[in-house]
């Protein structure tokens, strides 16, 4: 073989034993740095308590962070991010809010979900009020790879066991998905909001 083919070869056999070297790394940090933020928010009231301590929230965001390093510039709009999404922790007031109030109403907060399909470009944002109530919000999508989903809200229902009250739609924005995996994803939106989800035991249909 000449010497220029050579030159041709060896490095892209380099490159892939390197690449081949770095999964089983990768794949080590990645579960450590998902094992550690799960801990983190595990006793977090889906971020009810961390609102109140800025050292524990900064702790949660600075995990998240790890794994979205881990993540940079994996696609995390395809297939994958179709689900019915239950959260764990998030930093948005309004959802919190939402929780933490919901007594008032004689009942309490029961499973916060996303429910997404990238195929009929749909997601659906839903806090559940058992045994039978729910708020919903409608929204359409747009995928804008790798990480970004672009989002309009359409409309609203707040249900009851035998009555529904439309609302009319309040906005637009976009999250990106910084990390994704078949259990968890970890989301940061247009006002600088965390989201950390794992894939639900069910599938929400309204």
Known sequence: MAASSLSLVFPSRLNFLATAAFRPLRSIRSTRAKSDLLRLVSDQDRGLRSQLDPAKRAEIIDAIDALATIGSGSIT???LLSATWRML?????EQLFIIKNANLFGTE???????ID???GTLNNVITFPPSGVFFV???IEVAPPQRVNFRFTSAVLRGSSW???LPPFGQGWFESV???EDIRVAKD????YLVVDRAPYSWKE
Do not use: N
């Not at 922790?89 to 007031?93: I, Y």
């Not at 907060?109 to 429910?115: C, H, M, R, S, Y």
């Open 138 to 140: 409608r929204s359409s």
């Open 77 to 79: 709009t395809d297939g």
């Open 164 to 166: 529904e009250i439309p």
């Open 118 to 120: 990238v195929e009929r």
């Open 179 to 181: 990390y994704l995996d």
């Open 190 to 193: 247009i006002r600088g909001d």
């Open 109 to 115: 907060a029961g499973d916060v979900l996303q429910v």
């Open 89 to 93: 922790w998030t930093t948005e007031k």
